[in-house]
């Protein structure tokens, strides 16, 4: 099977993840960091981590989620992988795509309305999309 994966699967996976982060903000505002996998098989996976240890801030937890990544990488259980952090307050979603041939993070500005007093509800608009090619962390 070939290392590198295609602009389908990468977009398939970026999608899927910015999908989720949006269903996030719109229902609760917020979110904490939320970790996705191309598996080897090309099925796309929202992955738990249950974390016991202490936590100095958000990089920690970003630095954990990419060693918890880089070993899935190195024995193939993974082709690709997204870390999508909450950028509330700069209205904006961060998606870290990396795979063996790609490594970016796209940022994804959003403007939110707000309706409702008791039952608050949440919509987003999603903005134009930046790209940073960045140093592949996982793979």
Do not use: C, W
Not at 9 to 15: E, G, H, N, P
Not at 30 to 59: C, K, M, W, Y
Not at 66 to 83: E, H, P, Q, S, Y
């Amino acid at each position: 099977m070939d290392a590198n994966i295609s602009q389908n699967a990468l977009d398939r996976l970026f999608s899927a993840a910015l999908e989720a982060a949006v269903a996030r903000i719109e229902k609760d505002g917020h979110f904490h960091p939320l970790l996705f996998e191309q598996r080897a098989d090309g099925t796309i996976q929202n992955v738990a981590v249950l974390e016991t240890g202490s936590i100095d801030g958000a990089q920690s937890v970003i630095d954990r989620l990419v060693d918890l990544l880089r070993n899935r990488g190195k024995d193939g259980t993974i082709r690709a992988a997204a870390i999508v952090i909450d950028r509330h307050e700069d209205n904006a979603v961060e998606v870290r795509l990396r795979a063996r041939n790609y490594s970016a993070d796209i940022r994804a500005p959003y403007g939110i309305e707000t309706r409702g007093l008791i039952r608050r509800r949440r919509e987003l608009t999603l903005g134009e999309f930046s790209v940073q090619t960045v140093a592949n962390d996982v793979f």
